[in-house]
């Protein structure tokens, strides 16, 4: 049954009514509480680390005594005792060891060898300081390593092969034009005629220069803006054809 409450000073609160009632959860309780408590205590041992907490005493009548110890005495110890068995013996040798003469003369034969090896060469080595601090000169990178190769001084072999699929590049495509100027579907250009289209270019080139560097400054009308885009497309076309014409000394047309 809950309880009546008549509120404060609110006019809304003068109507009595009851308060409303709070449900609580049951609190939650793990079935396997038990067994983890039992399996906690199971692995320990009362008084095994601090001790009791309180000293047990003797009781009256074991009073203490002249060179008498309040310790514990330690547990005796059992003593060591042989055992009975034995090992079977070791088995005797039924072949008898005789050490061989050499009549080898060490000595002699170490002189020989001496005598008959070639020195050590030493390890070449370069001082980089004036206490005399030295380095090895083969892994410090200041002996020219590259000279002493097999291969040097000789052209690679991908460049031979190269030169070879050019050339033969340029075998094929003389065939082409020589069959194709046979037939009569191509001629040459001849050189007079290719410097005189080369200079009228240039010629060219130069007055839409002219004419470009004498624009305004500040291109803020669109006239201007549309003619100068103009004459950069019509330098950039000739300056293709240019470029086109010197990088190839001989011309062909069909």
Known sequence: MGVTYYGGENVDDLVPRSLPQIHKNKIYHSKH??????????????????????????PPKDFLKSRDRTRTPKPKTPTFKYSDERKPPVPRATVQHTPSQNDKNFIKENAISTIRSTAKRPIPKFVDSPGGHSQELMPSGMYPKYSQKDDYGRTPEYINRRKKEMAEAQKEYDAYVQERLESGMMKRVPDAERTRILEGLKTN???????????????????????????????????????QIEAHPILYIS
């Not at 509480?33 to 047990?56: A, F, N, Y």
């Not at 220069?209 to 291109?219: A, F, M, P, R």
């Not at 669109?222 to 054809?241: A, G, T, Y």
């Open 33 to 58: 509480s038990q067994q983890v408590k039992e399996e906690r205590s199971r692995g320990k041992h009362d008084l095994r680390t601090m001790g009791h907490l309180k000293t047990p005493l003797n």
């Open 205 to 243: 080139w130069n007055l839409l220069h002219h004419q470009y560097q004498g624009l305004s400054v500040i291109t803020d009308t669109i006239p201007k803006r549309n003619r100068k885009e103009m004459l950069e497309r019509e330098m950039d076309i000739l300056d293709k054809d240019i470029k």
